[in-house]
């Protein structure tokens, strides 16, 4: 998707290893966002950053941290991953929430914990 | 609680057949409302969105949708599908000023020729 870019697309890992996603963008927006995305139930929120080290947490943050230094970066970390969070993981931006354009959405990350 | 259901896990219709999906909300205000398009293995493409004024949005690819106050409905329709409309569709939902989307389960649509 234009202006947004996540990676790396697909990645396969072992249980309790760490692992670091990346989310970047280009547009400048001031909010960004981790979702990940399971068979029956849609996106769920992990994290959002409203700013630059401002961070809070979503409905599904245990086992996951974030860090944003940059306005364009936001990454996901898994301390240790387990096979519970396999799953397709999607960043999004927003320049003022719904009140504005909305939401654009990365490609997603395809994660797999064996 | 808030939430956003989406009833139907996977409707199947005819090409050229109409469509609708529903959407459900339990907000205290309207919330902004939004459609989302899951191509298979693809990210998330936005259909139309809805913030105040004329409950009946015009979005792309020929789809409409209606917010109905009283129903705290957001259904998605389009008057005939194409074989390239399926894909799984999601009704997400941003409670005003709260700057992140929650989204319903999503329903997969299926084409028959």
């Known amino acids: 998707d234009a202006g947004i870019t996540q990676s790396p697309r697909h990645k396969v890992t072992e249980t309790g290893t760490p692992v670091t996603l990346r989310c970047h963008q280009t547009?400048?927006?001031?909010?960004m966002y981790w979702y990940r995305q399971d068979p029956g139930h849609g996106l769920r929120l992990i994290h959002y950053?409203?700013?630059?080290?401002?961070?809070d947490k979503g409905e599904v943050s245990d086992g996951y941290s974030v860090s944003r230094s940059k306005t364009e970066d936001f990454l996901l970390t898994l301390e240790s991953a387990t096979s519970s969070q396999t799953s397709v993981y999607f960043c999004a931006i927003s320049d003022a929430g719904g009140s504005s354009y909305g939401y654009t959405f990365g490609s997603g990350t395809r994660l797999t914990v064996v | 609680a808030q939430s956003v259901t989406q009833p139907d896990i996977h409707i199947t219709v005819s090409e050229g057949a109409s469509l609708e999906l529903r959407c459900n909300y339990s907000y205290g205000a309207t919330p902004y409302l939004f459609w989302y398009v899951q191509s298979p293995g693809q990210g998330l493409q936005l259909l139309l969105k809805?913030?105040?004024?004329?409950?009946l949005v015009q979005g792309i690819k020929g789809f409409e949708a209606e917010f109905k106050r009283s129903q705290s409905s957001f259904n998605l329709r389009k008057p005939s599908v194409h074989w390239s409309d399926a894909a799984e569709y999601f009704c997400a939902v941003e409670s005003r000023g709260a700057q992140k989307l929650v989204f319903g389960q999503g329903t997969r649509l299926t084409i028959n020729p």
């Open positions: 809805y913030f105040s004024g004329d409950t």
């Open positions: 950053s409203y700013g630059v080290k401002d961070t």
């Open positions: 547009e400048n927006h001031r909010y």
